[in-house]
Each structure stands twice: as C-alpha cells, then as structure tokens.
C-alpha cells in the first residue's frame, strides 16, 4: 500500500525550502558577475533559468491540463496566468502541501476520510502530485543546474580566481542534483503499486553512482571548454543529436500533444548528454553499457588529448587536480552502477511484464485516476 508520511512531508518542506534558496543563489550568483562587469556570465546564468523556467512550466500546465480533461472538472483560467508568470511550481507545491498534510497527519491522525474518497485516495493523490514536482525538478536539474555547475567550474579554472561564492555555488549545484535524482527515484517508486520501499542501502549506492558519473562528465565538459569553446559546443551538439534521435526511435509517448511530446524528446535529448534516462520499459543492459562505455572513451580521450595539445597545462595545479577528480569520479561512478545493478537494484519487485534493467522514464499514463501518471514508469 502507498504512504505518504510525515517523514515524507517534511522532506516536502525541505524541498521547497531548497527550492526558494536556490533562485535565491542564482540571482546572487549572477548579480556577482554583473558587479564584476563580466556581462556575458551573469546573462547565460540568467538564460539558463529561464529556459529552464520556461520548459518545466510548459510541461507543469500541459499536465493540469490533461487532468482536467481525464476528470472533466472546470478548468480555471487562472491556473494559465500561473504559468504564464512563471510560478507553476508553487501552485504545485501548494497542492502537495495540502495533500501531503491530510495524508501524513489527518488520516492517520483521525481517519479523516470523505465517503467518496477510498481510504487510499489522499495517499495517492499525496504521491501522485510530488511525484509530478520530482519530474519537473528533474528537467530542472539538467536544464539549468547541471550546465551551469559546468560553466561555474570553467570561470573557475580559466580566470584562477578561488572566492567562497564561487565554491558556494559550485556545491549548491552538485547538492541540487543530487538531490533531484535521489527524490525522483524514491517518489517514482513510491508513486507505483506493489512495490517495496526504496530501501536506504539502494538509495544510498544510486547517489554516488549517478553524482560521481555526472560529476566526471561535467568535469570532462569543462576541460574540454577551456581547451576549446567550439570544440565544446560540437561535442555537444552531437551528443544532443544522437540523444534526440534515440528518443525517436524509441516512439515515446509521454505527452498527449504532438508538439509537447517533441518537446519532451528534446528534453530527454539534454539529458541524455549528462546521464543515461530510459524512456521505454524495456530491458536496457547493452543500452546502458554503450553509453557508459562512450563517456569512458569520451573522458579519457578528452584528458590525453589535453595533456597533447597543451602540454604545459601539466603543471598548472587546476589541470592536475580537477583531471585527477574526473578519472577517479569515472571510476568509482562506475564501480558503484556494478554494485547498484548487481546488488541493489529492484528488479526481483519489477512484474515480468514490465520488467526493466533501467528506466528513468517511461509513456505518460493517460488515465489519471485509474492508473496514475507514472503507472508505466519503471525505477531504475
């Protein structure tokens, strides 16, 4: 049976906490450049939130709507003016907060449950909406905090300059992608039915394997931006390329809208060129393995090439450390994926029809209320 508790809740609270704190910290971090005069930063620091904004509130309105038209219930136009004015996420939020408190504390508390509503309803709409915030927090988390975390880690090395907001805002990036992984998953598999809790160990392994892969990519990015911006910006665009084309292939059918779902396909494209996010419930051993075979190539070869190409960039202790960093965070990150999929992953729970080597995502359940938005996704 699905849970929603007071523990849960308050890891809500603590979410939008972070939240607030971290546009907090980009307009910080941007306005910091600007005093210094280094426009073109404090602009891409600002582009990146924006279209980061912009994207999760496209997605956040498509989603009401949909629920709307599944319930047929009356479709305030408010909720559009929201959106529009990029605060989506907090209407959000204040759903979750209102669920989220009925679930963990008036149920329990007293059985406070309508006659309509089955005991388990609140708990499920509770789930369903987090599980909604965690999504979009994940499109967040590599839309904006992932490339600038790589951005901020170029300023670092290419102007040697080592001051606390500097190292504030790099830590602040790597906490919020963590965390947004780490959530994701545990709402995802909480969001659907007879599954077993994520248990700590699991959570734990998932964390340090997806942050120290990541981080030696975002890692790899920057060395390779600051030998060369366009050789940079090539890599990546064709690495964007063969994500965007996967996700054709793979026909996803997340969204109802034709123009969304390519959007989403966009979207997982982006993510892709940071970490590997299954969109299919299909078994994705060899998948997976390609991919992190290809990053290994790639962060290898953009070190040695480094090390050819700019030899007396050796000796420059940014270079030795952050190369040291990369290859030891490629090398735990992979060791930790073995130990997670060996050990740790559920699939024992996974029924046989769904069953999946690794899913991050999978198509947008249509039926709200019957199944749940996330009903086909399977964890990873």
Request: with cysteine; glycine share 4%.
């Amino acid at each position: 049976i699905m849970k929603f508790t007071k523990q849960n809740f308050l890891v809500l609270v603590v979410g939008i906490i972070i939240y607030v704190v971290d546009i907090g910290v980009d307009f910080w971090v941007a306005s910091k450049y600007f005093c210094q005069g280094q426009y073109s930063w404090s602009i891409l620091i600002l582009c990146f939130r924006g279209l980061s904004s912009l994207i999760t509130q496209i997605f956040s309105y498509e989603w009401f709507k949909n629920d709307w038209e599944v319930t047929d219930t009356w479709k305030p136009k408010w909720i559009f003016l929201v959106h529009l004015f990029q605060c989506g996420i907090f209407i959000r939020y204040w759903f979750a907060l209102k669920y989220g408190c009925q679930a963990a504390f008036k149920q329990n508390s007293s059985g406070d449950v309508s006659e309509t509503d089955p005991p388990n309803f609140i708990q499920k709409q509770a789930i369903d909406v987090v599980t909604d915030i965690n999504m979009l927090r994940v499109f967040k988390t590599f839309l904006e905090t992932t490339p600038q975390v790589v951005v901020q880690i170029y300023i670092f090395m290419e102007h040697d300059k080592n001051s606390f907001w500097q190292r504030a805002a790099i830590i602040m990036s790597f906490c919020g992608i963590s965390i947004s992984t780490v959530d994701y998953q545990i709402s995802l598999r909480k969001s659907l039915p007879d599954k077993d809790e994520f248990p700590v160990l699991s959570k734990f392994v998932y964390l340090l394997y997806k942050l120290l892969t990541i981080a030696s990519w975002v890692l790899s990015i920057s060395l390779i931006t600051l030998l060369s911006v366009r050789s940079s910006a090539i890599l990546l665009i064709f690495l964007w390329i063969c994500g965007f084309a996967w996700t054709l292939k793979q026909h996803t059918t997340f969204c109802k809208s034709k123009k969304v779902e390519y959007l989403y396909r966009t979207v997982v494209g982006i993510i892709l060129i940071f970490t590997f996010f299954n969109i299919k419930g299909r078994k994705t051993k060899v998948c997976i393995s390609i991919y992190y075979a290809t990053h290994t190539v790639l962060t290898l070869g953009i070190v040695f090439v480094y090390m050819f190409w700019k030899p007396s960039v050796i000796k420059e202790i940014h270079f030795t450390i952050v190369s040291m960093l990369t290859i030891l965070s490629l090398v735990l990150g992979i060791i930790f994926l073995i130990v997670y999929y060996r050990c740790f992953h559920p699939t024992a729970y996974c029924r046989p029809r769904v069953c999946s080597d690794e899913v991050d995502g999978e198509a947008r359940e249509r039926d709200r209320v019957g199944a749940g938005r996330f009903q086909n996704f399977i964890m990873q």
